[in-house]
């Protein structure tokens, strides 16, 4: 799977650049080219000349000097690479990558790319778990960064903790396993799928509104597991704190309006997914000033928001084949699911029982049900990542012989 595979592997000043060199030699072995940017500080702990001899190439250290920029510049340098893969990736890179800062030939390169990049994460475990790293990691990720480790363990500065970066076989699985996914044409390459996710939230005032406790948690990892298989994915998402899944164009909305909007948009599409929890209703005549505290309570009044599962599975030309939508109910599960189906015209429902004690809402796990027009499935509970996984094969089963 690594054949002939250019990786642009950016080393930065960390203790774990040591592992670096056994995973050249790894990476080569498997077939592919290595070129390496060493930083500064990456510098200290592996020589320019070690990395030169394993990847038998010239290693790239200097934004500014005339040979390398004559020889390739720094934009082709982050272009001609399949991948880039920052190892180790330190607190500062990732903070550099985090707020776009260029100021030497790495995070230029890494600014400079089109090409998706794959971070190893290696420090201290209080700098690693420090919410500055952790926004930077969030913010990265929702840039469709790769994220491989960091695992738990002896850390070089005599503590132990997360942050020690993933070792060589797991970097060496976590490339082939993206390679795999972008040169497997999966079952579902070609097709386009819409998913909704997350709640919306409704204005109350310019400062106020009305939201629910979904977490986004079941359509992002529908949306991630759609494309998996092969499929282009419109993830239209409410505020959540999911990261967005890599390979997957997130449209990022508030309300239930704006909801329908980006999905129509997104049309055409093959299949359409509606896992949003949308805000049944919204507040008329919301502005944009905050309502001062009165004698009484202000009155809200409330009107019904567009059903974007309804609309999208309405018959006519754009209406994608296969219109999923899901059940949240808390009484009279499998009934209420089935009505909805047949009130709201989509082809599959999948039901699940949100009754607080079923820790489905915000959790983790969800146990449902596929209702069809043939009949009712039940599925174990289930990781929501898994929940999402047997929904997409099912996809990819209809879509064999229909799509
Ligand atoms: N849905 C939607 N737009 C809405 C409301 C719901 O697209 N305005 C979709 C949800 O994404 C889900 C399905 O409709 O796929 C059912 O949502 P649910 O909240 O279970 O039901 P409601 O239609 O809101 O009905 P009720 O609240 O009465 O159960």
């Known amino acids: 799977?690594?054949?002939?595979?250019?990786?642009?592997?950016?080393?930065?000043?960390?203790?774990?650049?040591?592992?670096?060199?056994?995973?050249?030699?790894?990476?080569?072995?498997?077939?592919?080219?290595?070129?390496?940017?060493?930083?500064?500080?990456?510098?200290?702990?592996?020589?320019?000349?070690?990395?030169?001899?394993?990847?038998?190439?010239?290693?790239?250290?200097?934004?500014?000097?005339?040979?390398?920029?004559?020889?390739?510049?720094?934009?082709?340098?982050?272009?001609?690479?399949?991948?880039?893969?920052?190892a180790p990736a330190t607190a500062d890179i990732m903070a550099k990558m985090a707020t776009g800062q260029a100021d030497d030939l790495a995070t230029t390169a890494l600014l400079a790319t089109d090409k998706p990049v794959?971070?190893?994460?290696?420090?201290?475990?209080?700098?690693?778990?420090h919410p500055a790293t952790q926004a930077n990691l969030l913010t990265l990720q929702n840039r469709g960064v790769r994220v491989v480790g960091p695992g738990a363990g002896d850390l070089a500065c005599g503590e132990v903790g997360d942050g020690r970066m993933a070792e060589v076989p797991e970097l060496i699985a976590a490339l082939t396993q993206f390679f795999q996914k972008t040169q497997d044409r999966g079952p579902l390459t070609g097709k386009h799928a819409i998913v909704t996710s997350g709640p919306t939230h409704e204005p109350i005032d310019?400062?106020?509104?009305?939201?629910?406790?979904?977490?986004?948690?079941?359509?992002?990892?529908?949306?991630?597991?759609?494309?998996?298989?092969?499929?282009t994915v419109t993830l239209v998402s409410g505020p959540t704190a999911e990261p967005a899944p890599p390979g997957v164009t997130v449209r990022k909305i508030e309300t239930a309006a704006q909801m329908l909007k980006a999905c129509q948009a997104a049309l055409p599409?093959?299949?359409?997914?509606?896992?949003?929890?949308?805000?049944?209703?919204?507040?008329?005549?919301?502005?944009?000033?905050?309502?001062?505290?009165?004698?009484?309570?202000?009155?809200?009044?409330?009107?019904?928001?567009?059903?974007?599962?309804a609309t999208l599975a309405a018959a006519g030309p754009a209406r994608p084949k296969l219109v999923i939508g899901f059940a949240a109910e808390t009484d009279d599960l499998i009934d209420n699911a089935k009505a909805k189906r047949a009130a709201k015209k989509c082809d599959w429902i999948v039901a699940n029982d949100v009754s607080p004690a079923s820790g489905a809402l915000g959790g983790d796990s969800n146990t449902v049900h596929l209702v069809t027009?043939?009949?009712v499935e039940s599925w174990p509970t289930l990781k929501k990542r898994a929940v999402a996984e047997r929904l997409a094969e099912r996809i990819a089963t209809f879509a064999e012989k229909n799509l």
């Not at 592919?32 to 060493?38: K, T, W």
């Not at 794959?118 to 778990?129: G, L, R």
């Not at 359509?219 to 494309?227: N, P």
């Not at 000033?289 to 974007?308: F, T, V």
Request: net charge positive; proline share 4%; charged share 25%.
């Open 269 to 309: 599409a093959d299949i359409a997914v509606c896992a949003a929890a949308v805000a049944d209703w919204k507040v008329e005549g919301a502005g944009a000033s905050k309502i001062k505290k009165g004698k009484a309570p202000p009155e809200l009044k409330l009107s019904e928001n567009p059903d974007i599962l």
């Open 373 to 375: 027009a043939e009949g």
């Open 206 to 231: 310019g400062v106020r509104y009305i939201a629910n406790r979904s977490s986004g948690k079941q359509g992002h990892a529908i949306a991630a597991a759609l494309a998996d298989l092969g499929a």
């Open 1 to 86: 799977m690594l054949e002939n595979k250019r990786i642009l592997l950016i080393v930065a000043g960390g203790i774990a650049a040591v592992k670096v060199p056994d995973l050249i030699r790894r990476l080569r072995e498997r077939g592919a080219s290595v070129r390496c940017v060493v930083t500064k500080g990456g510098a200290q702990f592996v020589t320019p000349l070690t990395l030169a001899a394993l990847s038998g190439d010239k290693v790239y250290q200097d934004l500014f000097s005339l040979t390398d920029e004559s020889e390739m510049g720094h934009i082709r340098l982050s272009r001609e690479a399949d991948v880039l893969l920052v």
């Open 118 to 129: 794959m971070i190893a994460p290696s420090m201290n475990a209080m700098m690693w778990t």
